[in-house]
């Protein structure tokens, strides 16, 4: 196995720290940043949403890599050995679970790992490892607010196999207040709707997201967290209803 990392960073505030995580797990890597960074291993992209940035850098990625760890730069990875091993297994396209900080995603994910654990049924892009061969065929992702679920649902359409571990994850932080958790459900929402339109998953993920504005009406009983969780969902569906091209927030 021979895999390479695509690090994706809006800015370079953590550049180092990543750097030096990446150096520690001894991987090979390159960083696409929205901002210059005086590192050969760091490449300059103007901002315009990480589908984008994949794209770009994607074109860096050796010929010899036969497995890629896409991997967003405000993270801590644990566990990455789990996921190799379950692409050694047979799998294509592995994402680990997200342990948030603190604050409202703390409370979201505790429904959203076991979630994806069962159905799948949207990715979490802060870590994931797919073989290049899928990503070939993936690759350029369209604009999409949401390119990890869009990977995910087009592998699933392709029949290769996906795989949630929750034996890996990462550490990151997302938001703090229920205000910015209305603005991150939008975002996230809207970009699986927009991925659903790219794609044809499995029956049951159309059928989830059928349900959403029903879900949504259940979340608003789940207190101040839930009700900005509904507000979100149900702004992103409006979004998408009236034709929203948004592919950055």
């Known amino acids: 196995m021979k895999p390479f990392c695509l690090v994706l960073a809006r800015d370079a505030n953590l550049i180092e720290t990543k750097i030096n995580e990446i150096e520690r797990l001894g991987l090979p890597f390159i960083i696409v940043c929205g901002?210059?960074?005086n590192d050969p291993r760091v490449i300059y992209r103007f901002p315009n949403g990480k589908w984008d940035a994949i794209n770009f850098g994607y074109r860096y990625i050796p010929g010899e890599a036969d497995v890629v760890v896409l991997n967003d730069v405000d993270t801590?990875?644990?566990?990455?050995?789990h996921m190799f091993m379950l692409i050694a297994g047979g799998s294509d396209f592995v994402y680990a679970a997200v342990r948030p900080s603190g604050g409202p995603q703390t409370k979201f994910y505790a429904i959203a790992n076991p979630l994806n654990r069962a159905l799948k049924v949207f990715a979490?892009?802060?870590?994931?490892?797919a073989r290049k061969k899928?990503?070939?065929?993936?690759i350029p992702i369209p604009p999409c607010l949401a390119e990890d679920t869009y990977l995910l649902f087009k592998a699933m359409e392709l029949n290769y196999k996906v795989d949630f571990c929750d034996?890996?994850?990462?550490?990151?932080?997302?938001?703090?207040?229920?205000r910015e958790e209305v603005l991150y459900k939008e975002r996230t929402t809207l970009g699986i709707l927009q991925a659903l339109d790219y794609t044809r998953p499995p029956p049951w993920i159309g059928l989830f997201y059928r349900s959403l504005p029903f879900l949504a009406l259940m979340l608003m009983l789940g207190g101040e967290?839930?009700?900005a969780w509904a507000k979100g969902i149900l702004r992103a569906i409006?979004?998408?209803v009236v034709g929203s091209n948004r592919t950055m927030f």
Not at 76 to 81: C, R, S, T, V
Not at 124 to 129: A, H, I, K
């Open 238 to 240: 409006r979004l998408h």
């Open 167 to 178: 034996d890996a994850y990462v550490r990151t932080s997302r938001t703090s207040s229920a």
């Open 124 to 129: 979490m892009g802060e870590l994931v490892v």
């Open 225 to 227: 967290d839930g009700r």
């Open 76 to 81: 801590e990875i644990h566990g990455l050995d």
């Open 134 to 138: 899928l990503l070939d065929k993936l």
């Open 35 to 37: 901002e210059t960074f």
